[in-house]
């Protein structure tokens, strides 16, 4: 079985810039999750998915942060535009039970590692 | 609402010593609770997890934690630490089927030769 994947594993930008990080769950994962990881901390939720609508979001910096997830595959988090503090690892993780499931377990991709200069 | 506090962000155990991982919660209601281990560059694999079954739990690479709600606390312990098993690890709790999962801070484990 297939992992999560994330791409790109590495991104390096000046403030102000956009960037956009891309992730496909595990096939069949209904539930998707977008966390921040910065240096030193544990992964914080930035918004989860389930099928395609938002379960929770109420960690993402709207103002800057957005993430859709067209036809409950593949989603996308962007960030525009990027200020220092957001570099950090962005991890996505995917779940094949509905967000009901609390003792589900959540599989995460590599992460992708942002710097803001 | 709930949080974790894991003590110690950075422990040391000689190879072949026992590890212990501490991590104390806080939830209103019946709590799941989670380990992940973290390699350098890597995403966060799933150790274990406590859904309300047995007390003590048994998970991957020989790790197991215990339950205990009188002290509110799920620490993980492996008899004897192996090289490879230097990682970071996190402590995860879900208050309900409907919350998100709160990550503690992680502890970073360093086995010596």
């Known amino acids: 079985e297939a992992g999560v994947a994330q791409s790109p594993r590495y991104k390096i930008i000046e403030k102000r810039q956009s960037v956009a990080f891309w992730c496909n769950p595990i096939s069949g994962h209904a539930t998707l999750y977008w966390y921040q990881q910065i240096l030193g901390q544990g992964p914080k939720l930035l918004i989860q998915?389930?099928?395609?609508?938002?379960?929770?979001d109420s960690q993402l910096p709207k103002d800057r942060f957005s993430a859709e997830r067209l036809k409950g595959v593949d989603s996308t988090l962007k960030i525009q535009p990027a200020k220092l503090e957001d570099s950090a690892v962005y991890l996505c993780?995917?779940?094949?039970?509905?967000?009901?499931?609390?003792?589900?377990?959540?599989?995460f991709g590599p992460g992708t590692r942002l710097t803001v200069l | 609402a709930q949080s974790v506090t894991q003590l110690g962000s950075h422990v040391s155990v000689s190879e072949g010593a026992l590890v212990l991982l501490r991590c104390n919660y806080s939830s209103s209601v019946p709590p799941y609770l989670f380990w992940y281990v973290q390699y350098p560059n890597q995403g966060l694999q799933l150790l274990l997890k406590y859904t309300s079954a047995a007390t003590l739990v048994k998970g991957i690479n020989g790790f197991e934690a215990e339950f205990k709600k009188s002290e509110t606390s799920f620490h993980l312990t492996k008899p004897s630490a192996h090289m490879s098993d230097a990682a970071e690890y996190f402590c995860?709790?879900?208050?309900?089927?409907?919350?998100?999962?709160?990550f503690g801070t992680g502890t970073k484990l360093q086995v010596i030769p």
């Open positions: 998915f389930q099928n395609n609508g938002v379960v929770d």
């Open positions: 993780a995917s779940s094949s039970a509905p967000s009901g499931g609390g003792g589900n377990e959540q599989f």
């Open positions: 995860a709790v879900r208050s309900g089927g409907y919350q998100k999962v709160t």
